[in-house]
């Protein structure tokens, strides 16, 4: 890209991996012009945005929860907040545009802005509906798109619908999750589940099952384990850690697998970063997310792998996926329903290679790095060039419908 691109302050809260970090991290990466980062966490973004050569800063504080008295812990919290935000004014300088990836680093640019006085992109990767977030988190959600965004780009038309639903004043901008075509070899499934095997003495005689994603209370883990007590004899591999829950959770969790992993029919094999050779070597990927999904990245890698997928029907996910062309949609939080899809997925298995073939094909055309990248370095420049303090309403700041 050619044409002089904005100096953007890239913003985010975690430094681990979940899927909006996966993102972030491809934008950086991939920015056409000069960049800079800025994390509340350090982490493996940290570590690997550092080896690729891009200049990022950890602010420190982040939202930690210390486990001491309240006003301690308020007091502490209150301390990180102002560390990070004193750290975001001062890296803003010499930047046109503060890009904040998400709902906690946007609060934070937004309420800063009187002193950093950039324009500010709000990324949006998540929906803004009362299953996932209280009113106050929706009010709060509200005033940064409507009076401190300069735009909103969503990650899905779901989220999009769900921002305006609640009370946001503008259309965002849909930018679709992007991805690296070269690292999935759909060519390479035998060799891959030949390796998968061999390494986490699988069955090699049984059907695996992959379900790959950060485990947390709405993705789906604990209705998976009860859908595998419904099905006949397949096996399920379990991919990820409890990046941001409760070590309540994390435990309550490996003790409900334990019976199934005693039995040899779930194998926890927690957080992994060769993800594309991982979808490729299972027989059937699946995801059984309880609650919408704003996006779903594992779904497009399953697709991109050539594994046949089953995906939980809500939020972004039917517009990644049509039901009976490119994959098995089914009713969420339905233990019948996916042991049910399962079954028909390992049985029918003309009909899920072909589904397979057409879901690689649509992921390929959709979700390519190449395609989804370039809206949004357009958007972004278009911001930066945008006048100052001419307009401040939220209706000149949006993207017409
Ligand atoms: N992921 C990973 N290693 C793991 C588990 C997950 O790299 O062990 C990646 C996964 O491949 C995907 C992202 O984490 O790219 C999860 O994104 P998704 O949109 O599915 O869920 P989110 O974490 O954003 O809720």
């Given at each position: ?195 998968l095997v061999?390494e986490h003495g699988l069955d090699p005689?049984r059907p695996i099952i992959g379900m790959i994603g950060?485990i947390?209370?709405?993705k789906g883990q604990a209705l998976a384990l009860l859908g595998l007590s419904m099905g006949?004899d397949w096996q399920l591999l379990v991919v990820g850690e409890a ?6 959770f994390r435990q309550d969790f490996h003790e409900s697998a334990t019976r199934y992993t005693q039995a040899g029919d779930v194998f926890c094999i927690g957080h992994r ?5 991982i979808?490729?070597?299972v027989?059937?990927?699946i995801?059984a ?113």
């Amino acid at each position: 890209m050619t044409m002089a691109m904005p100096r953007v302050l890239f913003f985010n809260q975690a430094g681990l991996y979940g899927g909006a970090e996966r993102s972030l991290y491809d934008l950086v990466v991939h920015y056409p012009g000069h960049c800079r980062v800025a994390l509340m966490q350090a982490g493996p973004l940290y570590d690997d945005l550092i080896a690729a050569g891009v200049d990022t800063h950890v602010l420190g504080g982040g939202f930690q929860r210390p486990k001491r008295r309240r006003w301690i812990a308020l007091t502490i919290r209150l301390y990180s907040l102002i560390v990070v935000a004193i750290g975001l004014v001062r890296l803003s300088r010499g930047y046109d545009l503060i890009y904040a990836n998400s709902m906690k680093a946007a609060v934070i640019a937004v309420l800063t802005k009187p002193f950093h006085r950039r324009k500010m992109v709000w990324h949006l990767r998540s929906l803004l509906v009362p299953e996932h977030f209280s009113p106050l988190a929706r009010l709060v959600a509200r005033w940064c798109g409507n009076w401190g965004a300069d735009l909103v780009i969503a990650n899905s038309d779901a989220t999009a619908r769900a921002y305006q639903s609640n009370g946001g004043k503008c259309l965002p901008l849909i930018a679709y999750n992007g991805f690296t075509l070269e690292k999935f070899r759909p060519e390479m499934r035998a060799d891959l589940r030949a390796q998968l095997v061999a390494e986490h003495g699988l069955d090699p005689m049984r059907p695996i099952i992959g379900m790959i994603g950060r485990i947390g209370p709405w993705k789906g883990q604990a209705l998976a384990l009860l859908g595998l007590s419904m099905g006949t004899d397949w096996q399920l591999l379990v991919v990820g850690e409890a990046l941001f829950e409760s070590e309540n959770f994390r435990q309550d969790f490996h003790e409900s697998a334990t019976r199934y992993t005693q039995a040899g029919d779930v194998f926890c094999i927690g957080h992994r970063d060769d993800i594309a050779e991982i979808m490729g070597g299972v027989d059937v990927v699946i995801h059984a997310s309880t609650l919408p999904e704003p996006f779903g990245r594992v779904i497009v890698e399953a697709m991109l792998a050539g594994t046949p997928v089953i995906a939980s029907n809500g939020g972004g996910v039917p517009e990644i996926v049509q039901n009976g062309v490119s994959g098995r949609l089914i009713a969420p939080n339905s233990a019948t329903a996916l042991a049910t899809a399962i079954e028909a997925a390992l049985r029918e298995t003309e009909q899920s290679l072909r589904m397979a073939v057409a879901a690689r094909r649509y992921a390929e055309q959709h979700f390519a790095l190449e395609l989804t990248l370039p809206p949004v370095w357009l958007a972004l420049r278009s911001v930066a060039a945008q006048p100052d303090g001419t307009d401040r309403s939220a209706s000149s700041r949006c993207r017409r419908a």
